[in-house]
Every structure is written in structure tokens, then in C-alpha cells.
């Protein structure tokens, strides 16, 4: 039985410098990542995998990035366009050691709705299967690494405690966008559902 599992997410090219999404200095999780990595019992990666014209793309409303519309499943932030499925953006960064990777989750590849979290959808009763493949391995304690604090990273933290995991994240292991000071309150929503900051 495997009781920890070390989760990175979407340390992706562009979520990293240079790329369509940057998070500020998102390159520097790289070295954290692969560390933990080389120790870790099970690695999953996830990874933002969008089809093109996705409704979180500012693009496909025709509006700025950043402000926000109403969707179905509620206020959805509109990102530039990232993560294209296939596309050089949408690789893990090259600097990565993806290969040590045990399971890959892709999110984000239903059109009509984004997905930060790496157990759901944003419509958070759509799996993405995390869950149940953690359970069967009998892991109780999550790790978390990558990018974004204020988004995914948070989401996928939120979730984890909401489905009974233990969470800790690495705080030297993660970067924020911090549209309005959204990392201090990703740190304050965490802390308050249990999720350990370390």
C-alpha cells in the first residue's frame, strides 16, 4: 500500500515564462518538483489539456482575458488561450523529469467547462478519476507542487481535504498569478479546510 502520493500540477510551458499563461517566476517549482519527485513512492502529473475554442478562452467570447462571464456551473475567469491540446504550449516544461511520473492527469477537455482541480471538474461533480485511482492504491496523504497557488494548485487542495486526503503544500514548490491578491486568499481558504502550508 502506497500512503503518500506527490502531486504536480500543470508544470506546463505555458504556465512558465514565455509562455501563453506565465505564472510570475513559474520555472522555479522546476527544481523542487523533480527533488521530491526522486524520493516520492507515487507521482502523478496533471496536465491543462484543452481543445481549442474553450469556453475559459477570452478569445472564444470575443472578450479581453481576465475579466470574467456566467457559465453554467457558475463565474468562469477568461484565460488567454493555453494549454491547446497538442500544441508546444500544453507539454510539460522540457526542464521537468516527467518521466518519473506514475499516473498523468488530463483536466480541462470537456469544451463547456474548465477544470482547476485535479479530482474535478468546475462544475465539482464531474471526476476526472483522480479519486477513485488513489483510493484502489490506498493512498490517505497528498503532496502538493506546481502551478497555479491561487488556482489550481488551491482547487486541487480544497478537493483533496473534501474527499477525506490528508494535504500538505510545499510552499517553495508553488506560484501564484495574484490577480488581486488571490495567493493570500488561496493560502487563507487552504488553511482553513486543514490543508498543512509547508
Given amino acids: 500500500m502506497i500512503r503518500e502520493a506527490l502531486v504536480v500540477i500543470d508544470v506546463q510551458n ?29 507521482v502523478v502529473l496533471t496536465q491543462d489539456w484543452h481543445p481549442a475554442g474553450h469556453q475559459s478562452f477570452a478569445s472564444t467570447h470575443g472578450l479581453a482575458p481576465f475579466g470574467t462571464v456566467e457559465l453554467a456551473y457558475g463565474t468562469q475567469v477568461l484565460w488567454p488561450d493555453h494549454c491547446v491540446q497538442g500544441t508546444a504550449g500544453a507539454a510539460f516544461h522540457p526542464a521537468l523529469d516527467a518521466d518519473r511520473a506514475n499516473l498523468v492527469i488530463r483536466k480541462g477537455t470537456n469544451p463547456a467547462i474548465d477544470s482547476y482541480s485535479a479530482f474535478f471538474e468546475n462544475d465539482q461533480t464531474t471526476p476526472t478519476g483522480l479519486g477513485g485511482a488513489l483510493r484502489e492504491l490506498g493512498v490517505t496523504e497528498l503532496v502538493l507542487v ?53
Fill in 146 to 198: 506546481g502551478l497555479a497557488t491561487d488556482y489550481c494548485v488551491k482547487y486541487t487542495a480544497l478537493d483533496g481535504r473534501r474527499l477525506g486526503f490528508a494535504v500538505s503544500v510545499l510552499e517553495g514548490g508553488v506560484r501564484g498569478i495574484d490577480l488581486n491578491g488571490s495567493v493570500a486568499a488561496a493560502w487563507a481558504e487552504m488553511a482553513e479546510a486543514g490543508v498543512v502550508r509547508r
Fill in 14 to 42: 505555458d504556465f512558465c515564462p514565455g509562455g501563453a499563461l506565465a505564472v510570475p517566476d513559474g520555472d522555479a517549482v522546476i527544481a523542487v518538483c523533480n527533488a521530491r519527485m526522486a524520493t516520492a513512492d507515487l
